[in-house]
């Protein structure tokens, strides 16, 4: 089992930046694979970035590729995601989820643990 909470959500002007965290617990953290995922006010949810943990190898959504970074610290059972030169159209709730599965995770139904979302509001 893993709980997943998520912080650091919200209001930036566009072209600034924001820093996401996720604070796991549970002992295994370090054997689940961490994405990122948004949903926008009538928007099906949406994948962000994922970073396996076998390897530590990452992988983004192409709208966000050279402005977002994925990263972890196991020890500090923590996911984080540091979103640079934000667009008024990256404004959605965010969500955390994990899943103890292997391989390019990138669909909601892939993802076994959520939390429960943080807010970015990017104005113009």
């Known amino acids: 089992q893993v709980q997943l909470v998520e912080s650091g959500g919200g209001s930036v002007q566009a072209g600034g930046s924001l820093r996401l965290s996720c604070a796991a617990s549970?002992?295994?953290?370090?054997?689940?694979?961490a994405d990122w995922f948004r949903q926008a006010p009538g928007m099906e949810r949406e994948f962000v970035a994922g970073?396996?943990?076998?390897?530590?190898?990452?992988y983004y959504a192409d709208s966000v590729k050279g402005r977002i970074t994925i990263s972890r610290d196991n020890a500090k059972k923590t996911l984080y995601l540091q979103m640079n030169s934000l667009k008024p159209e990256d404004t959605a709730v965010y969500y955390c989820?994990?899943?103890?599965?292997?391989?390019?995770?990138?669909?909601?139904?892939?993802?076994?643990?959520w939390g429960k979302g943080t807010l970015v509001t990017v104005s113009s």
């Open positions: 989820a994990a899943s103890p599965k292997v391989g390019l995770l990138n669909r909601p139904e892939d993802m076994d643990y």
């Open positions: 549970g002992r295994t953290f370090s054997r689940y694979t």
């Open positions: 970073i396996s943990w076998v390897g530590g190898s990452t």
